[in-house]
């Protein structure tokens, strides 16, 4: 099992080959960048550091703690961030939160949609989620929906996910 602060570290070295290569051709950065990893081997580091973070089984955490935020991230050390107003999010939150019962309990049209279209707002939202927890990315693109709009979590390798909400929307008079 990786160790959570070598977690972190997975975390920051793959953020900062990602932000090197950002940087135009010629420049330090990409000087540096090319000079220890020549011929594209920075891709390889990227997505080797990505599955790895991907692979501990540290617990992650989608939280919805106040209205126009998102909390995610390994526990402890979770971020904060703008609500990007992705129905994708509380779907999956949704579903993460009822577990086991998700089938039983909820259906894609419970949020106004397809079981396509609820599958797909899901992964936009993993595809977003992906940047800052691949963890929790890895979780919610293991949501599929059935035909009849039942949706499942079935993970190949689980990954704990922690649902908190502490509001909810406006209720009507």
Known sequence: M??????ELLTKARKMIETMRQHPPG????LLLQNFLPGGLDYDLADLLLELERHASRPVVLAFEMPGYVTLGHVDAEVTLQDPDLEGL???GDVFLHGLNAPVV???SDWGKTPR????AVHRAATWAARHCPALAA?????????????SY??????EVRVFSAYS???PP
Do not use: E, V, W, Y
């Open 2 to 7: 990786i160790h959570p602060k070598d977690i």
């Open 27 to 30: 420049s330090p950065s990409a």
């Open 90 to 92: 509380r779907i999956a």
């Open 106 to 108: 909820l259906r894609a």
């Open 117 to 120: 279209a609820a599958a797909n």
């Open 139 to 151: 979780a919610m693109n293991q949501i599929s929906f059935a035909n009849d709009g039942r949706p």
């Open 154 to 159: 079935t993970p190949a390798r689980p990954i």
């Open 169 to 171: 929307g406006a209720t």
